[in-house]
């Protein structure tokens, strides 16, 4: 395996770790899969640990894996010397903006005495 592979596949594993604490369920997925790096989430999670930032580029590859199974999806991609949980997400207008909907709902909700 290169070292740009392993580089990718250590933190697709760190992004999964993080990942399973609210979605059990979710498990990486083979190399190049059309279908994101990351499933069994609400959102197609297509991890990226890349020096230069191509986000334009990055964008359109989680897109054409969101459409092909119906969900939202973002680019997350790693922050240098950062813990997993302080790692970047990016996603499109269009697709955070119903995520931020249903967040507010589920606040509107939430017992005042339960923290996130």
């Known amino acids: 395996m290169s070292r740009t592979r392993a580089k990718g596949t250590s933190f697709e594993n760190d992004v999964l770790a ?3 604490k609210w979605f059990p369920g979710a498990k990486r997925t083979e190399f190049s899969s059309p279908l994101g790096d ?4 609400p959102i197609v999670l297509e991890c990226k640990n890349q020096k230069a930032m191509t986000l334009p580029a990055w964008l359109d590859q989680a897109r054409k894996s969101g459409d092909k199974v119906g969900r939202p999806f973002a680019i997350v ?3 240098a010397r950062a813990n997993v ?3 970047y997400v990016t996603m499109e207008l269009d697709q955070f903006a ?3 909907f249903g967040y507010g709902k589920y ?3 939430k017992p005042d005495d339960q923290g996130f």
């Open 85 to 87: 949980s302080k790692t």
């Open 38 to 41: 990351i499933t069994g989430t």
């Open 107 to 109: 606040m509107e909700q």
């Open 98 to 100: 119903p995520i931020l």
């Open 18 to 20: 993080f990942i399973l």
């Open 77 to 79: 991609h790693k922050r």
